[in-house]
């Protein structure tokens, strides 16, 4: 418990850097409202507009702890979007139509993890083949036009809330719970890690390595089809050409900010998430303390530049450097001659 | 006689345009004016020339995402100079190049001296740059320079009345000076060797750092140089334009047989790879009654082909190795 704290330290300090900075321009930031039934304010704003981003992240983390990337997943949540907006408008009711996108998103998952598994394709390529085409495809769904629906039952997972709580909070915090309890509490997470380490020798060591690697593509197609389903179910509508745009760089932003390397490896998805988090205290916090929102892009470019700093292997090699001529300087020299070269 | 197999994927990617521009010429005679030519080239002049750019990174084995926001910035940085100052254009070409080179150079320097992979570093210039065109201006800012109009009509008037524009014989320079600088000098020599292993490369003798960062700096340039077409074309500056540029150069260097994993691949490939791509607008241009997603579409699976036959390939000069 102490140890996962400790990893996700730099993270929420972070946050909380965020958070008091927004407050000294928007001194009602923490302020937290309960009208109506249900709570309001811009902290549960935050946690409520993150979700895409944080169901995207949580997929995301898995899939690049195998030292892969999945470009996809924006698009994959406008296809999940249209193919649900499309049963729904059909009349398949709401259980169908959440089945039928949930599977949209696995197969489209499926597909990603056959290319890059079976297929052997590069992970950036393999994503970026129905990153190009998978826009096309939910054009072709909702025949480019803006397929709108009217189902209160659906609309709800989007802007209705549960015990005065948003749903899509719910609906992200409980997938992340479930992804790091299934990865932490049995060896799958360990074995995902080894794949990203060394694909051949965790293969060698009797790790199914083609069969996970399609299961963590999969897992990031059924989260972008939970993000799908919120951004379908907030607008009520399919919107072929913006649902999701751009948000697998937010993803992987997310990620990164999280903390977990981009080269494989050890993963931590409540970095990850709290990486989105991060991403989206900024954007609502510069829109809140009155800054233009053109700084949005400048601020996260610097974020990432020092979390790379920060990352960086060579850095850590300079640290050490510095701190070992430091420890020089502070003890006495090793009398010449008699230190053995 | 034997062809050398890495041939291979270039000789089928002009086999495929070739075939592609038969099979619209049967539907559509037309097509095959100087007219649709002229024009295949202007639109895509911008294209083809951040895709020479590409080229190269992606034959060192790297990427670069940053593109599509360095042409969005180059094209507003014109627009805001030109307004605000009685400069002359060439001279705030020569300054956004400058700009711009420098900018590829320490992403190149970057990804060499912090040892992180160019797609995260590329991602951050990306946001970087955009929101440095978002700083100077968040409106389209139109040109209106008697210069700029001078480069825009000036054209060279090809036997059926096509119009070979100055930047379509732009992008065709760019491209024979990308391929010389790729096939034909040190420089392109180290490229190769760096995207064939790095590890090797530097056991070889090249230097890697160096090299990485002209890498980035030659982007960079080239990003620049297609901002500056790019404004030429529509004739103003806007900060949200060519938003999603850097993917479509991706997938052009790919169509044009470049191996993504680098080390192997040519820059004529690319022209025939944006070239490809253009064809396939035009026809949708031309036809009508096809909506425009059938693009998207069919450039996916253009990928997904050309991807599996450099896997087809791989293993079997494998095999035979």
């Given at each position: 418990?102490?140890?996962?704290?400790?990893?996700?330290l730099?993270?929420?300090?972070?946050?909380?850097i965020?958070?008091?900075?927004?407050?000294?321009?928007?001194?009602?930031?923490l302020a937290?409202?309960?009208?109506?039934?249900?709570?309001?304010?811009?902290?549960?704003?935050?946690?409520?507009r993150?979700?895409?981003?944080?169901?995207l992240?949580?997929?995301?983390?898995?899939?690049?702890?195998?030292?892969g990337?999945?470009?996809?997943?924006?698009t994959?949540?406008?296809?999940?979007?249209?193919a649900?907006?499309?049963?729904?408008a059909?009349?398949?009711?709401?259980?169908?139509?959440?089945?039928?996108?949930?599977?949209?998103?696995?197969?489209?998952?499926?597909?990603?993890g056959?290319?890059?598994?079976?297929?052997?394709?590069?992970?950036?390529v393999?994503?970026?083949i129905?990153m190009?085409?998978?826009?096309?495809?939910?054009?072709?769904?909702?025949?480019?036009?803006?397929?709108?629906?009217?189902?209160?039952?659906?609309?709800?997972?989007?802007s209705?809330?549960l015990?005065?709580?948003?749903?899509?909070?719910?609906?992200?915090?409980?997938?992340?719970?479930?992804?790091?309890a299934?990865?932490?509490?049995t060896?799958?997470?360990?074995?995902?890690?080894?794949?990203?380490?060394?694909?051949?020798?965790?293969?060698?060591?009797?790790?199914?390595?083609?069969?996970?690697?399609?299961?963590?593509?999969?897992?990031?197609?059924?989260?972008?089809?939970?993000?799908?389903?919120?951004?379908?179910?907030?607008?009520?509508?399919?919107?072929?050409n913006?649902?999701?745009?751009?948000?697998?760089?937010?993803?992987?932003?997310?990620?990164?900010?999280?903390?977990n390397?981009?080269?494989?490896?050890?993963?931590?998805?409540?970095?990850?998430?709290?990486g989105?988090?991060?991403?989206?205290?900024?954007?609502?916090?510069?829109?809140?303390?009155?800054f233009?929102?053109?700084?949005?892009?400048?601020?996260?470019?610097?974020?990432?530049?020092?979390?790379?700093?920060?990352?960086?292997?060579?850095?850590?090699?300079?640290?050490f450097?510095l701190?070992?001529?430091?420890?020089?300087l502070?003890?006495?020299?090793?009398?010449?001659?008699?230190?053995?070269? | 006689?034997?062809?050398?197999?890495r041939?291979?994927?270039?000789?089928?990617?002009?086999?495929?345009?070739?075939?592609?521009y038969?099979?619209?010429?049967l539907?559509?005679?037309?097509?095959?004016?100087?007219?649709?030519?002229?024009?295949?080239?202007?639109?895509?002049?911008?294209?083809?020339?951040?895709?020479?750019?590409?080229?190269?990174?992606i034959?060192?084995?790297?990427?670069?995402?940053s593109?599509?926001?360095?042409?969005a910035?180059?094209?507003?940085?014109?627009?805001?100079?030109?307004?605000?100052?009685?400069?002359?254009p060439?001279?705030?070409?020569?300054?956004?190049?400058s700009?711009?080179?420098?900018?590829?150079?320490?992403?190149?320097?970057?990804?060499?001296?912090?040892?992180?992979?160019?797609?995260i570093?590329?991602?951050?210039?990306?946001?970087?740059?955009?929101?440095?065109?978002?700083?100077?201006?968040i409106?389209?800012?139109?040109i209106?320079?008697?210069?700029?109009?001078?480069?825009?009509?000036?054209?060279?008037?090809?036997?059926?009345?096509?119009?070979?524009?100055?930047?379509?014989?732009?992008?065709l320079?760019?491209?024979?000076v990308?391929?010389?600088?790729?096939?034909?000098?040190?420089?392109?020599?180290?490229?190769?060797?760096?995207?064939?292993?790095?590890?090797?490369?530097?056991?070889?003798?090249?230097?890697?750092g160096?090299?990485?960062?002209?890498?980035?700096?030659?982007s960079?340039?080239?990003?620049?140089?297609?901002?500056?077409?790019f404004?030429?074309?529509?004739?103003?500056?806007?900060?949200?334009?060519?938003?999603?540029?850097?993917?479509t150069?991706?997938?052009?260097?790919?169509i044009?047989?470049?191996?993504?994993?680098?080390?192997a691949?040519?820059?004529v490939?690319?022209?025939?790879?944006?070239?490809?791509?253009?064809?396939?607008?035009?026809y949708?241009?031309?036809?009508?009654?096809?909506s425009?997603w059938?693009?998207?579409?069919?450039?996916?699976?253009?990928?997904?082909?050309?991807?599996?036959?450099?896997?087809?390939?791989?293993?079997?000069?494998?095999?035979r190795?």
């Amino acid at each position: 418990m102490k140890r996962a704290l400790r990893r996700v330290l730099p993270q929420i300090v972070t946050l909380a850097i965020l958070m008091a900075l927004t407050s000294v321009f928007f001194p009602q930031f923490l302020a937290v409202d309960y009208q109506g039934g249900r709570l309001s304010g811009p902290v549960v704003d935050v946690l409520k507009r993150g979700a895409p981003v944080a169901l995207l992240a949580v997929g995301m983390t898995l899939v690049i702890a195998t030292r892969g990337i999945d470009l996809s997943v924006g698009t994959v949540m406008a296809i999940t979007g249209a193919a649900g907006a499309w049963a729904i408008a059909s009349g398949w009711g709401v259980g169908p139509a959440l089945l039928l996108a949930l599977a949209t998103g696995l197969v489209c998952g499926l597909w990603n993890g056959c290319l890059v598994a079976i297929i052997g394709i590069q992970p950036i390529v393999a994503t970026l083949i129905l990153m190009t085409s998978g826009r096309g495809i939910a054009q072709l769904i909702t025949e480019g036009r803006i397929l709108t629906f009217n189902d209160p039952a659906f609309s709800w997972l989007g802007s209705g809330s549960l015990a005065a709580v948003p749903v899509p909070i719910f609906i992200w915090v409980l997938t992340a719970i479930a992804f790091a309890a299934l990865m932490r509490r049995t060896a799958l997470g360990l074995l995902v890690e080894a794949i990203g380490i060394n694909r051949s020798a965790s293969a060698l060591a009797g790790i199914n390595a083609k069969v996970l690697l399609i299961a963590v593509y999969m897992a990031s197609g059924l989260c972008a089809a939970l993000a799908g389903i919120i951004a379908t179910a907030d607008i009520r509508g399919a919107d072929a050409n913006n649902a999701g745009l751009w948000l697998e760089l937010d993803a992987i932003l997310a990620v990164v900010i999280g903390g977990n390397s981009l080269l494989g490896g050890r993963f931590s998805i409540a970095a990850s998430v709290l990486g989105a988090m991060i991403i989206q205290t900024i954007d609502t916090g510069i829109l809140l303390s009155g800054f233009p929102s053109e700084y949005n892009l400048v601020i996260k470019a610097g974020l990432v530049l020092t979390v790379l700093v920060v990352q960086s292997p060579n850095m850590a090699r300079h640290w050490f450097l510095l701190r070992r001529r430091a420890q020089r300087l502070r003890e006495p020299a090793p009398v010449e001659g008699s230190a053995p070269r | 006689m034997s062809v050398n197999p890495r041939l291979y994927p270039l000789l089928a990617t002009i086999g495929i345009f070739i075939a592609a521009y038969i099979v619209c010429w049967l539907q559509f005679p037309y097509m095959l004016s100087t007219r649709v030519a002229g024009n295949l080239l202007t639109d895509n002049a911008y294209l083809g020339i951040v895709a020479v750019g590409m080229t190269l990174v992606i034959l060192s084995g790297g990427i670069d995402l940053s593109v599509g926001s360095v042409i969005a910035f180059s094209g507003v940085f014109i627009a805001v100079v030109l307004r605000e100052t009685g400069l002359h254009p060439l001279i705030v070409f020569a300054m956004l190049l400058s700009i711009t080179t420098a900018f590829g150079a320490a992403m190149g320097g970057i990804i060499h001296g912090l040892a992180m992979p160019p797609f995260i570093v590329t991602l951050a210039g990306m946001f970087l740059a955009r929101g440095a065109s978002y700083m100077l201006t968040i409106d389209s800012v139109p040109i209106s320079d008697p210069f700029y109009e001078a480069l825009k009509d000036a054209y060279w008037l090809m036997p059926g009345k096509g119009r070979l524009t100055f930047i379509g014989i732009l992008m065709l320079l760019s491209v024979a000076v990308g391929a010389l600088i790729a096939h034909r000098t040190r420089f392109g020599a180290s490229v190769f060797a760096i995207g064939g292993g790095e590890h090797t490369a530097r056991l070889m003798g090249v230097r890697v750092g160096p090299v990485t960062v002209g890498i980035y700096a030659f982007s960079g340039f080239m990003a620049g140089l297609s901002g500056i077409v790019f404004s030429i074309y529509t004739g103003s500056g806007y900060p949200l334009a060519t938003v999603g540029a850097e993917l479509t150069a991706i997938a052009a260097v790919v169509i044009g047989g470049t191996l993504l994993t680098g080390g192997a691949g040519y820059m004529v490939g690319t022209l025939f790879g944006v070239l490809t791509m253009g064809l396939i607008q035009t026809y949708i241009v031309f036809d009508g009654s096809l909506s425009s997603w059938w693009a998207k579409i069919v450039i996916g699976v253009l990928l997904l082909l050309f991807i599996l036959l450099q896997r087809g390939l791989l293993r079997v000069t494998a095999l035979r190795a």
